[in-house]
């Protein structure tokens, strides 16, 4: 593997790199839903806010975008392989000098850098972003190292792909399916019966703990709040206490992740924004919960910040399963499908792996 401390760095100012090309979406609620990535600054999802349809500008891919501020996601900086539309928060950097997407893969962990000196207090205004300088690796005439970064980057993605694919196919042979000739599964879905159950019922429900941020000590442990994405991961922490649980459901009853559950498999804590569930009738397994998990989800639209799925009416709310000829809830089915459909994913990321990669 080519190494980095080999290697002379030098500041770099990125105005001399890149045109600063900013955000102009300020009104996210007029945008109806379409095919055009929005990107606004956010910490995850590479900025991915959603898909809109006819914004105020299209920019084009093969750039990087930098986040000006934001939901802790000030001063992050992604590649972006597709056209797209930027909120107010984000400015685009376009590239002066031909750049592949390896390099400008490694730019943008370059630029990450900052993330931790921008934030609400301090944005990334156009004047600053004009005085930004990075440290890059460079030539022995000093200039930008574009062919170390690419096959630096490059080499990097090679050896990730062997270890994701190590990973996926470890994971098939643990799950010893092969779906190519199965039914599809709305097929297989619709042909079970299904009937309605009191998740009372079906759970054991089990409440989180309150911890304030100002009084958690960070750690290795996960910290699940009522969070509708990462999943349910709020920070970690070193903490411990009555909630402390694993191989568990995770349903959030307040915050934006109303309803939405996170299967859990890693030992960890929750928020009292969070319940704890465990199956009564079974042993927890992966694939259950997964299953139950969607179930769950689908009351999402009965609760709301006026209807709130409160402990009482979380207990109370009815969910659809699937049920064994005796009309109880049929466990083995969830699972040989839940297992079918992750068999079915692997062997997609599989075919995904065959594809050449784009170096532009």
């Not at 991961?233 to 309803?259: I, P, Q, T």
């Not at 009351?299 to 799925?309: A, E, I, M, S």
């Not at 083995?332 to 594809?355: H, I, P, T, V």
Request: glycine letters at 8%; a neutral charge; hydrophobic letters at 40%.
């Amino acid at each position: 593997m080519m190494r980095l401390d080999d290697r002379e760095w030098k500041p770099v100012s990125i105005s001399n790199l890149f045109t600063f090309v900013r955000g102009r979406e300020n009104n996210m609620a007029i945008l109806e839903d379409g095919d055009t990535p929005l990107i606004s600054a956010r910490s995850v999802n590479n900025g991915l806010k959603g898909f809109v349809n006819t914004p105020k500008k299209i920019i084009a891919g093969n750039c990087i975008t930098l986040n000006n501020d934001g939901d802790g996601g000030a001063g992050l900086a992604y590649y972006q392989p597709a056209d797209m539309a930027l909120d107010t928060h984000v400015t685009a950097l376009v590239p002066k000098v031909e750049m592949s997407m390896y390099t400008m893969l490694f730019i943008s962990e370059c630029l990450s850098k900052l993330h931790g000196f921008f934030g609400h207090g301090l944005s990334i205004s156009n004047p600053r972003a004009q005085k930004i300088r990075i440290l890059l690796p460079v030539t022995d005439e000093g200039e930008p190292d574009y062919q170390f970064m690419d096959e630096y980057m490059s080499e990097l993605m090679v050896a990730k792909r062997k270890q994701y694919r190590a990973y996926i196919e470890n994971r098939l042979r643990s799950l010893g399916l092969d779906i190519s000739n199965e039914e599809g599964y709305s097929k297989v879905l619709k042909s079970k019966q299904w009937l309605s159950f009191r998740i009372d019922t079906i759970f054991n429900i089990l409440p989180g703990k309150r911890l304030v941020a100002a009084d958690s000590t960070p750690g290795d442990r996960p910290f699940i709040g009522a969070l509708d994405n990462s999943n349910g991961v709020a920070r970690f922490v070193s903490d411990k206490n009555e909630s402390l649980d694993k191989n568990v459901l995770g349903v959030n009853y307040n915050g934006n992740g109303m309803v939405i559950g996170f299967y859990h498999p890693y030992e960890c804590i929750f928020s009292d924004d969070v319940k704890r569930f465990h199956l009564k009738d079974r042993e927890d397994d992966p694939f259950v919960l997964l299953f139950m998990k969607t179930a769950i989800l689908m009351q999402k639209q009965k609760f709301g910040y006026l209807y709130k799925f409160n402990a009482d009416r979380m207990a109370h709310t009815s969910i659809m399963l699937p049920v064994t000829d005796a009309g109880q809830p049929d466990y083995d089915f969830m699972e040989s499908f839940g297992r079918k459909m992750m068999s079915n994913k692997y062997s997609q990321y599989l075919s995904f792996l065959a594809l050449p990669a784009t170096t532009n």
